[in-house]
């Protein structure tokens, strides 16, 4: 009689999230993003975009790709769409979060029926020691008061006080807070600051901050390392800096979902931003993120093949407005290579059926030791 030899190995947790593609999904968006950042390899969560009440067709094929082993909807799916879920993806759960009048964030969080694992458990990894700096510990990057709510924070940094309270009890030895929080503010706040922590006043020193020192991170950044993770290898988007321009829900999306496309051994840098018209308009700002780019942008064609590259890309903007926005940056960050491409839509964001055919698990730069299969 033949044998039976099962064999297993761990992951993080896969969640794709369904949410609807109108201009209210802000709200759904900055839920899911805090949701996805507090957890390890969250960041690589997909955001699956619907219309009418269903997932986009062209969608489909990444998401069974993907292989959720959680889907959490903000969409109420037809029963042949839930037939379907069950019987092509099988995930663990299928969940539905009905939005409603209230578009309070705190009620929109994602009510997960597990507890993935915690982010702040990579802070041990983060604080070591790497061949290019022998200093211990890492500054992670906190938001309070009005900066809790800023978009740009919320879409690239992320904030959370279960990180910041471990960072100061259980996880200090191993990082410090860095707290962005307006001088005006520090008043009202101060029975939650510390004096012996650091802060900046704004959003572009804190670009400035991160420029100078790579031992700041960002609950993203920590989201992002380390992890076993669903990769799919595209160079269009995996070989340049992504910074997305856009102030749509449709832009936000492309900007997330488009971070599996970056290599993984690159898991943990600075690849990718998603920055609104806004930002553009504040000449400090631009200052300061040209400053960060030249400093941390080392993404290329390949492993040192190059200048490091950075491509402007919007779903909402047409090339000829991403245009004087990447003379603003290339004015300062000399040696590195600007483009600029305007994205069709959110399907012309999916991978090609090639690319897609090549997908799978992929490691980072890990603890782990890559591919170990036990016997069940």
């Known amino acids: 009689m033949d044998q039976l030899q099962v064999l297993m190995r761990s992951r993080p947790v896969r969640i794709a999230f369904f949410i609807s593609v109108h201009e209210d999904a802000h709200p759904v968006l900055d839920a899911v993003f805090r949701c996805a950042f507090s957890l390890w390899a969250g960041r690589f969560s997909l955001v699956v975009p619907c219309a009418n009440g269903d997932p986009l067709p062209s969608y489909l094929p990444w998401l069974k790709a993907f292989d959720p082993d959680l889907i959490y909807s903000y969409v109420d799916l037809s029963e042949s769409q839930e037939i379907w879920i069950h019987e092509e993806l099988y995930p663990s759960e299928l969940i539905y979060h009905a939005i409603g009048d209230n578009k309070d964030v705190t009620r929109l969080r994602p009510e997960l029926p597990f507890s993935p694992l915690d982010v702040a458990t990579m802070l041990p990894w983060a604080g070591m020691p790497t061949m290019l700096d022998q200093g211990r510990g890492v500054r992670v990057i906190h938001a309070m008061g009005r900066y809790e709510e800023d ?29 962005l929080v307006a001088p005006e503010e520090q008043e009202r706040l101060k029975l939650t600051l510390r004096n012996d922590e650091e802060m900046v006043p704004d959003v572009p020193s804190l670009l400035r901050m991160m420029a100078a020192r790579r031992r700041s991170r960002s609950l993203a950044s920590l989201s992002a390392m380390a992890a076993p993770r669903f990769s799919v290898d595209d160079r269009r988007w ?29 898991d943990g840098e600075a690849v990718d931003l998603c920055v609104s018209t806004q930002n553009f308009e504040d000449p400090a700002f631009v200052s300061a993120l040209a400053e960060f780019l030249a400093r941390r942008n080392l993404v290329n064609e390949g492993h040192g093949n190059g200048p490091p590259r950075v491509t402007l890309r919007s779903i909402s903007l047409t090339k000829g407005q991403l245009t004087p926005m990447a003379d603003a940056l290339r004015a300062a960050v000399k040696w590195h290579s600007l483009d600029c491409e305007q994205i069709a839509s959110l399907d012309d964001c999916i991978p090609d059926p090639a690319a897609l055919a090549r997908s799978g698990l992929a490691f980072g730069r890990s603890f782990l030791q890559r591919g170990l299969w036990k016997e069940r």
């Open 238 to 266: 995996g070989r340049s800096f992504n910074l997305v321009v856009g102030n749509t829900p449709a832009d936000r999306i492309m900007y997330w979902n488009t971070h599996t496309y970056v290599p993984a051994w690159r």
């Open 151 to 179: 978009r740009f924070i919320n879409d690239n940094c992320g904030a959370s006080f279960h990180l910041l309270n471990a960072l100061r009890s259980r996880f200090a030895p191993y990082g410090t807070p860095l707290i």
